[in-house]
């Protein structure tokens, strides 16, 4: 194996055993670090503050606590987390409840375990993974969002002058807007992967933006998703 920084830290959190344990298994068993699992979501909560994953898989019906809460509370903790929702739901309801939680990629349990297996490591690179068909709907969602009026003690906190991206930043975030992943973006401007992960960051700590979510609807607000 090539000089490749140590394994993906991944915890599973479903209240089914069995499916959770396969889950598991088929991540250990590909190279995954599974640092935790979890059957409800208090539980789930608890662990993950302890095991600290880089990436949750999580189920959406706990018991003890909804997995939406269980998002939001563990985004707000660690805005780190890359969190993939991993349900047998598809009703858009629960897929935009889940987008505005905090997570960053939302897959049906119909997935084949190889679309589980590349969801989670390109949600550990921050790129945004959904089951065909919800994407367009999530970027709908970005939109409508970008549409309602800032909070104004947002805007102050803005300020009037807004921080100056370079040329390439811009670009880069344009191309965010529009809903390309992180790998798209790099083909498309003929950069690594990486350089687009850089270029990201530098852009959400110029912002004082702290996700994805915040950063395209930054970019909508000021029409940069347009042609």
Known sequence: MSAQQEPIRVM???????????VARDLAGSGFEVVATAGDGEQAVRRAKAAAPDVLVLDLNLPAKP???VCK???????????LVLSASGEHADVLEAVKSGATGYLLKSASTEELLDAVRRTAVGDPVFTPGLAGLVLGEYRRLAA??????AAADGGPKAPRLTERETEVLRLVAKGLSYKQIAERLVISHRTVQNHVQNTLGKLQLHNRVEL???????????E
């Open 12 to 22: 599973v959190v479903d209240d089914h055993p069995m499916w959770r344990d396969a």
């Open 67 to 69: 997995g939406a809460q």
């Open 73 to 83: 509370e563990l985004v707000a903790h660690n805005p780190a987390l890359r969190v």
């Open 148 to 153: 309602e009026p800032v909070p104004a003690d």
């Open 216 to 226: 395209v609807r930054y970019a909508i607000e000021r029409g940069l998703d347009g």
